[in-house]
């Protein structure tokens, strides 16, 4: 406390974060599909590479943030969208890019999806008043864990109508023919990884950029994952009508009339098992601070911190 007496010019008392606080908010943005079906030259690959930005669908979403601390938050969120994927729109160069041409399948489906995710603003660390928000711009990472449900639905070229894959089971699932290929769930755990970029318009309002990946666990987003299993299996397994169907979805090689080499039969190749399907969001946010907070300097008997 003496030197507050003999310096008093180069002192200033310490501040506080201003208290927990809360925010409430919405999310829209473009969704895109990483997975089995569209793509790009070469070889099939994961995350970038093979993103077909024409296939772009829009997400919503609602949010609700608790801020224990400046530098860190817990975010619970919702979100609705569409995810779609489709071998039609590779431009062939006669590279390993046209089996996947040739093969032309494609899918679409409207998922839901909830998560919890811990956000990290490091730069807070650097800032004279964090409590200060007006105008700061700050940078944060993401990474939670959350759920979602999808049901994909290929399109049938015969009527023209959308049509639910999962109870066809074209790849086998469930049967005792394929054993190893378990009938999957529309539920499915997935784990949100993403960046942001936040600006405080005011001390309530706030505006961000945001892009967040769901790495998931299933390869079955699209209802492509492993190997034909031929046009027999349906007949065994299914009602005449359904078999019809399930003929036509699962192969739609030689625009949907079947019979291009290597196509269609049980073993031949129709997706890649080893890597699972993912999704990923670009969201524009929209927070209102619900409020908490107090005085930004403590009122206390504590010595004040003495800055140089």
Not at 26 to 49: A, E, M, R, V
Not at 66 to 84: H, M, S, T
Not at 198 to 222: A, H, P, Q
Request: net charge neutral; glycine share 14%.
């Amino acid at each position: 406390m003496l030197l507050s007496i003999f310096f008093p010019s180069h002192i200033n008392a310490q501040y506080n974060d201003g208290g927990p606080f809360s925010e409430i908010g919405i999310t829209i943005g473009p969704s895109n599909f990483l997975g089995d079906l569209g793509g790009h030259l070469g070889k099939g690959q994961t995350f970038l590479k093979d993103n077909n930005f024409n296939l772009t669908k829009l997400s919503v979403g609602a949010h609700y943030t608790y801020y224990p601390k400046d530098w860190l938050g817990f975010r619970l969120a919702v979100n609705i969208g569409k995810l779609e994927g489709d071998d039609n729109v590779i431009s062939g160069k006669g590279g390993l890019e046209e089996a996947r041409l040739h093969r032309g399948l494609n899918f679409q489906s409207k998922f839901f999806e909830a998560f919890v995710v811990g956000e990290v603003f490091p730069t807070v660390f650097l800032e004279d008043d964090p409590s200060d928000l007006y105008h700061k711009l700050r940078p944060y990472g993401i990474v939670g864990v959350g759920v979602f449900h999808f049901n994909p639905q290929g399109l049938d070229l015969a009527t023209g109508q959308w049509v639910d894959l999962k109870p066809l089971h074209l790849e086998g699932q469930g049967s005792a023919e394929y054993p190893d290929r378990k009938d999957y769930s529309l539920w499915q755990p997935n784990i949100p990884l993403g960046v942001g970029l936040k600006y405080w318009v005011s001390e309530n309002l706030s505006l961000g950029l945001e892009v967040i990946y769901r790495k998931t666990f299933t390869d079955y987003i699209d209802d492509v994952s492993t190997t034909y299993v031929g046009n027999a299996f349906y007949d065994t397994h299914l009602s005449p009508a359904q078999a019809a169907v399930a003929k036509r979805m699962a192969d739609k090689s030689n625009n949907g009339a079947g019979g291009a080499p290597a196509y269609g039969q049980a073993g031949d190749k129709r997706g890649t098992a080893a890597n699972k399907d993912a999704y990923y969001t670009f969201g524009i946010k929209l927070g209102i601070r619900l409020g908490g907070g107090g005085d930004s300097f403590r009122n206390s008997t504590r010595c004040p911190v003495i800055r140089f």
